[in-house]
C-alpha cells in the first residue's frame, strides 16, 4: 500500500515542452506539498495546498501550475520547460499543516534536454 | 545565512559509534522535523518536535526552543544508517512552509 505515490519516476524532455508530474495520498491527510530538490540536493517548498486550497506559492515562476482536483491529489503541471528546471520534485502529504509528520514520495527526476 | 543551519556537512563513522547531528535556527517555530534521505533517493520523516525530546529505536532527537537549536543522535551506528539528514523547520508563522537545512552526509563503515 502506498502512502504518497507520484509518477513518472523519471521524465526527460526537451526545452519548451510541457509536462505533467501527478501525485495521489491514500492517507486522508488534508495538506499536501511540493519541494523540489536541486542538484545540491537542496530541498525548497514550491506549493502548500490544505484542503484543495492554496496556501503558499513560493515564488515559483507563473510556468509551474498545481491542480488539486481533491485532497487526495496534486498534480504539477509546468509548461514551456527550460534547462533549469532539471531537479527532482518530490510531492508530500500531512494530516494537517506542518505539525504533523510529513509523507513523501518517492520523487521525480526530470531532466530537461 | 540559511534561517537553518546544520552541522557538520560530512560525518564519517565506524559501526557502533555515537553519532551527533546539529541543527540551529534563527526564526521562531511552532514544529521542528528531521527527515532522512537514503541514497536511493527516497525522503523519509524520523522526528517532528516542538519540544522536549523522542526516542525511536537507536534515534534520539532533542530540541532546546530558548537556545533554537536541536540534535539528532544515533545510537550503535550501523552502515545501514549511512544516508542524509536533513533538519527542517516551519517558519514565519506558517503551519504550511518548510525551510531546510542543507543536511548532514553520514557515512558509517563497517
Known amino acids: 500500500d502506498t502512502a504518497v505515490s507520484q509518477t513518472p519516476k523519471y521524465l526527460v524532455t526537451q526545452m519548451g515542452n510541457d509536462k505533467s508530474i501527478k501525485c495521489e495520498q491514500n492517507?486522508?491527510?488534508?495538506?499536501m506539498y511540493w519541494y523540489k530538490q536541486d542538484s545540491k540536493k537542496f530541498l525548497k517548498i514550491m506549493f502548500s495546498?490544505?484542503?484543495?486550497?492554496?496556501?503558499i506559492n513560493e515564488t515559483v515562476p507563473n510556468r509551474f501550475s498545481p491542480k488539486s482536483p481533491d485532497k487526495a491529489h496534486l498534480n504539477l503541471h509546468i509548461n514551456s520547460l527550460e534547462l533549469g528546471d532539471s531537479a527532482v520534485y518530490f510531492c508530500a502529504s500531512s494530516q494537517l499543516g506542518l505539525n504533523s509528520p510529513l509523507h513523501f514520495g518517492n520523487g521525480t527526476r526530470l531532466t530537461v534536454t | 545565512k540559511n534561517e537553518v543551519e546544520q552541522s557538520p556537512q560530512n560525518l564519517t563513522a565506524q559501526e557502533g559509534e555515537f553519532i551527533t547531528i546539529n541543527c540551529s535556527y534563527s526564526?521562531?517555530?511552532?514544529?521542528l522535523h528531521w527527515l532522512q534521505q537514503h541514497p536511493g533517493g527516497g525522503i523519509v520523516s524520523l522526528f517532528m518536535l516542538s519540544s522536549g525530546k523522542k526516542k525511536h529505536g537507536r534515534l534520539i532527537a532533542t530540541i532546546n526552543i530558548q537556545e533554537k537549536h536541536s540534535s539528532l543522535h544515533i545510537t550503535a551506528s550501523h552502515p545501514r544508517d549511512s544516508a542524509v539528514y536533513i533538519c527542517?523547520?516551519?517558519?514565519?508563522?506558517?503551519?504550511?512552509?518548510?525551510?531546510f537545512g542543507k543536511g548532514t552526509l553520514l557515512t558509517v563503515n563497517p
Open positions: 492517507l486522508g491527510h488534508d495538506t
Open positions: 495546498y490544505n484542503n484543495k486550497e492554496l496556501i
Open positions: 526564526v521562531g517555530i511552532s514544529a
Open positions: 527542517a523547520v516551519n517558519s514565519g508563522g506558517s503551519n504550511y512552509k518548510l525551510t
